[in-house]
């Protein structure tokens, strides 16, 4: 079942590059999210919340 919904866009693909280039977004996000999800444990682990 993935594996069909995986091959629509796949098949749907012309070979040229879209209009839009997230490149850096990517960039971006995935180091803030590893800040994000490291920055939780920190305050979990340390017992940093007033409840």
């Keep these: 079942m993935y594996a069909i919904a995986a091959a629509i866009p796949v098949l749907l693909y012309n070979g040229k590059r879209g209009a839009l280039s ?10 803030a999210h590893m ?17």
């Design 22 to 31: 997230l490149k850096y977004f990517f960039y971006i996000s995935y180091p």
């Design 35 to 51: 800040l994000l999800l490291y920055a939780i444990h920190y305050v979990l682990a340390n017992h940093l919340l007033p409840f």
